[in-house]
Nanobody
Framework: QEQVVESGGGLVQAGGSLRLSCTAS??????????MGWFRQAPGKEREGISC????????YYADSVKGRFSIARVKSNNTLYLQMNGLQSEDTAMYYC??????????????????WGQGTQVTVSS
């Protein structure tokens, strides 16, 4: 059974940092030959794709809202994805979702019918 599990969320003061982690498992995800990424959704707002990375790591995407503050990385050998979040602001408060097998290009990230979603991890930034 394919599974995506995030961790690392929590409460942090404005200006602080957090690192989210995500592990993908299951027979269909064991190869690591797919793109991974992060979405977030704040209460009352639409879901936002904020970052992705392709299977080789050569292509990454960042939404304007996080560019220069967040950094995505992956360790393909163990299907682990990271999101280093620095300079956190109150506007970053949201549920963060890791995705596997997602469309990823230099200018966008988009989920498809075969995308696997994690259960989400809450990030709360206090001002």
């Amino acid at each position: 059974q394919e599974q995506v599990v995030e961790s690392g969320g929590g409460l942090v003061q404005a200006g602080g940092s957090l690192r989210l982690s995500c592990t993908a498992s299951g027979s269909g995800l064991s190869s690591g030959d797919y793109s991974m990424g992060w979405f977030r959704q704040a209460p009352g707002k639409e879901r936002e794709g904020i970052s992705c990375i392709n299977s080789s790591g050569a292509t990454t995407y960042y939404a304007d809202s996080v560019k220069g503050r967040f950094s995505i990385a992956r360790v393909k050998s163990n299907n682990t994805l990271y999101l280093q979040m620095n300079g956190l602001q109150s506007e970053d408060t949201a549920m963060y979702y890791c995705v596997a097998r997602v469309g990823c290009a230099a200018f966008y990230v988009y989920p498809g019918p075969n995308t696997r979603w994690g259960q989400g991890t809450q990030v709360t930034v206090s001002s």
